[in-house]
């Protein structure tokens, strides 16, 4: 199939900030390099510091200048870029926006078409969203689509507020709320996994599987984002958003065509099926964690509380693990464990999903170390697949032995898109299936709002609660032993198998 190449102009909102330096101007110039965006494409950058167009090219070519693909293209891709002094707050700001995308239309024979990507603090996304529909900038005779960042909202009540102001101005089919888990290739690759293999759908069920595992964690601490992250914590910033989306995309039924409605309506169910905690038993679900000193990497790490901006008695949360349990006929039963924390072992993703035991062991009187079977889906740093089954290998003599089957999806990570990429290029092509439609979102705050409420009226008085580098409180581990299991190694796939 050929390749499309949109045309359109992208406007930046806070395009002098570090996600447009670090993940959009690098996403836009990758896709430009791989011409899946012709040379009729402008990127206006809009911010209130006095730049010139040359000093935002400037910082542009600066933003692209370690990637592999970057040479002579580069002066001619930032030539590409215009920049307007813009305060978000102004009208007249608007207004000059206005006047310059009608010329840039004209200059890059666009038909104005326009994605407003919101690369902003929140409070300031309703506000663009209503000024961009009352001074007309939507009204072109192209599309006009609004791609708004995370946070969506702090809780239900306020993203229902924020989603009413963005819905006056913008559609539900021109919003594009960004979840970058789900530009991730092996979140990607979850649908695929489940429903291209007869052999995982048929298994894929309570009959057959214990419990499933997903776990996010980082080796970073909080750096210099103490001030979001003390109103955020982990269930917040990785939780409600990231975690949720990677539970509706294991725990969905079939989608009868693979459009981005019918998707949306089967993650929509397992999040209507969450079994909702009550704030009594908050604590029996869920486990919370806030990173103390330690030694990573040979290097001494301060602990939360010592972070820049942040309380020396914060009660915020660093590590989540939780219990979800999803009631419908297919995971009755199952439970769904989650983990995500700052400042752990190793910076990975994974899904493991633990099949049941056979119902005896043949091998038993051959002392045989017979595993469970294990489907780990590697989403990051490795991308791959490792099936862990039992057979008998010659060096393990007549019985059985752990062997794992590995599908290495990363060896070319040079041109493996980055999720940033993916998602600008599926908003050119209009293509909503990897963004969160509000009934997702709405769903995801409900089932959060009632853990974090909770915590934030019961303050956690063994904070620190885990050394950084370490895999988080001890309690994590207690979640799942209740139900006779543990967690399975994050470690890459070459390594041991378990922790
Ligand atoms: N950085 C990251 O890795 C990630 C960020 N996000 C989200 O992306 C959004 C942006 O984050 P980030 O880039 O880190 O934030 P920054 O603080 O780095 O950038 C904010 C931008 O907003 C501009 N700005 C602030 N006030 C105004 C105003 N009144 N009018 C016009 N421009 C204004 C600033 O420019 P100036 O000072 O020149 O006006 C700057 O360009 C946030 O919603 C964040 O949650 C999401 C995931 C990751
Ligand atoms: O959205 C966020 O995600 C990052 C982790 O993303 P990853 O792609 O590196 O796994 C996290 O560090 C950040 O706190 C959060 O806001």
Redesign the pocket.
């Known amino acids: 199939m050929a390749q499309q190449t949109p045309k359109s102009i992208i406007v930046i909102?806070?395009?002098?900030?570090?996600?447009?330096?670090?993940?959009l101007f690098p996403s836009i110039f990758r896709l430009y390099r791989e011409n899946k965006i012709s040379e009729d494409f402008a990127v206006v950058g809009?911010?209130?510091?006095e730049?010139s167009n040359e000093e935002f090219r400037g910082n542009v070519q600066k933003s692209i200048s370690n990637l592999p693909t970057f040479g002579k293209d580069a002066e001619k891709f930032a030539s590409h870029f215009h920049y307007l002094p813009?305060?978000?707050?102004?009208i007249e700001?608007y207004q000059n926006l206005n006047g310059l995308l009608s010329e840039l239309d004209e200059q890059y024979n666009v038909p104005g078409n326009r994605i407003f990507y919101?690369?902003?603090?929140?409070e300031?996304?309703g506000p663009i969203a209503s000024n961009l529909k009352q001074e007309g900038l939507t009204a072109t005779k192209g599309w006009s689509r609004l791609v708004i960042?995370?946070?969506f909202g702090h809780d239900y009540d306020s993203a229902e507020e924020l989603n009413e102001q963005i819905r006056h101005a913008f559609d539900e089919d021109q919003i594009y709320r960004?979840d970058?888990y789900l530009g991730k290739e092996m979140v990607q690759n979850i649908e695929v996994i489940r429903f291209a293999n007869s052999m995982f759908e048929a298994l894929w069920n309570n009959q057959y599987i214990s419990n499933i595992q997903i776990t996010s964690s980082e080796t970073l601490g909080v750096e210099d984002?103490g001030r979001?992250y003390e109103s955020s914590g982990a269930l917040l910033d990785m939780v409600q958003n990231h975690i949720m989306q990677v539970v509706a995309l294991l725990a969905m039924e079939p989608p009868i065509k693979l459009t981005p409605d019918e998707i949306r309506s089967e993650k929509v169910k397992v999040l209507r099926a969450l079994r909702s905690v009550t704030a009594e038993e908050v604590n029996d679900y869920f486990v919370r964690g806030q990173y103390g000193k330690g030694v990573m990497d040979g290097e001494e790490v301060i602990g939360y509380r010592e972070e820049n901006a942040v309380d020396p008695e914060s009660n915020t949360a660093t590590f989540v693990a939780g219990k979800l349990m999803i009631d419908n006929f297919r995971w009755a039963g199952v439970p769904f464990y989650i983990r995500t924390g700052k400042r752990m072992t190793e910076k990975s993703t994974e899904v493991v999903v633990q099949f049941k035991d056979l119902p005896m062991n043949l091998y038993r009187d051959k002392s045989a170390d017979l595993q469970p079977n294990l489907l780990v889906i590697h989403i990051q740093p490795d991308e791959g697949i490792t099936l862990h089954l039992n057979a008998k290998k010659e060096t393990g003599g007549a019985t059985s032995t752990p062997v794992k089957l590995d599908y290495n999806n990363s060896s070319d990570k040079m041109n493996t898109p980055e999720a940033y990429e993916r998602l600008i290029y599926d908003c050119m092509l209009g293509d909503a299936t990897n963004f969160t439609h509000w009934d997702e979102v709405a769903l995801s705050w409900k089932f959060v709002d009632t853990i974090s409420e909770a915590w934030s009226k019961e303050k956690a008085t063994n904070f620190p609660n885990y050394e950084s580098g370490s895999m988080g409180p001890k309690e994590s581990d207690k979640l799942l032993a209740e139900n006779g299991f543990h967690w399975w190694s994050v470690k890459p796939v070459a390594d041991s198998d378990s922790e």
């Open positions: 909102f806070g395009a002098t900030g570090d996600l447009a330096k670090r993940k809009v911010a209130r510091r730049w813009f305060d978000v707050t102004n700001s919101l690369a902003m603090a929140p300031f996304f960042e995370k946070p960004i970058h984002r979001y």
